[in-house]
């Protein structure tokens, strides 16, 4: 079976959003969190979906759920303290009807420009391999600072890599490291990947699309809404004007 495991706990501090959580932010007529969730309940191999959500708005998530027909959500539980604790919640959920063999797509609940061939590629990846994450090569030259303001150490662009999301692993791999953490005392890494990194283990990476961005500033939410915008124009343009874009 395929898991997904969507984790949507955070307030959005970065995103300046004082009136609501970036996830739960409306463009183009739906919160972005439902379309994060739409690719996922639309995908024909994912089972079912389990969120971490934001322990006051866990009513209010089931209301857009229903509102927006939004199939195979099985749960929704409060997210923790921070994103690690979050996706730890989500886990011990899908692990309750689970095998460990089985996969879990892990994804934060902010990426409504995902794609059917990255969900598929990244299943695809975690059953061969037991992880998959998807990264695409860094077009930025990187410098290495240890005090943010003087710099050091130019990193080779060619080794360089942006991880992304949804992150696959085997509910075995992924609990064992989650288990592991916790006798480690490791409470806040950044990503899954980065936790099985921190542990001493490889993760595999496969190919991500550059599309595929977290909404988490001003700027990101702009470039979203500009996408919409033009692809709401685009459709108008074929079927009204008789012009194709």
């Not at 692993?169 to 409470?187: F, L, P, Q, V």
Request: charged share 25%; glycine share 6%.
């Amino acid at each position: 079976m395929v898991h997904a495991m969507i984790f949507a706990g955070g307030i959005g501090a970065r995103m300046k959003s004082v009136d609501i959580p970036k996830q739960f932010i409306d463009v183009d007529g739906k919160p972005i969190i439902i379309r994060t969730l739409e690719h996922f309940a639309k995908h024909e191999q994912v089972d079912d979906i389990v969120i971490s959500c934001i322990p006051d708005k866990i009513d209010y998530l089931w209301g857009l759920i229903e509102q927006y027909n939004i199939k195979k959500v099985v749960g929704i539980v409060g997210g923790g303290a921070n994103g690690h604790q979050s996706i730890h919640n989500g886990l011990v959920e899908v692990e309750k009807h689970s095998a460990p063999e089985d996969v879990v797509l892990i994804c934060d609940g902010v990426r409504p420009m995902l794609s059917e061939k990255l969900i598929t590629d990244c299943i695809e990846t975690a059953r061969e391999h037991e992880t998959a994450v998807p990264v695409t090569p860094s077009i930025d030259s990187v410098l290495e600072s240890p005090d943010g303001e003087t710099c050091c150490k130019s990193l080779p662009r060619k080794q360089m890599f942006i991880t992304q999301a949804p992150q696959g692993y085997t509910m075995r791999k992924i609990m064992w490291a989650h288990d592991e953490a916790e006798k480690r005392g490791i409470t806040n890494p950044i990503s899954s990947s980065e936790l099985l990194i921190e542990l001493g283990e490889t993760v595999r990476i496969f190919q991500g699309i550059r599309e595929n961005i977290k909404v988490t500033t001003p700027e990101d939410l702009q470039t979203l809404r500009s996408y919409f915008y033009y692809e709401s124009f685009k459709n108008f343009a074929k079927e009204e004007l008789k012009y194709d874009l």
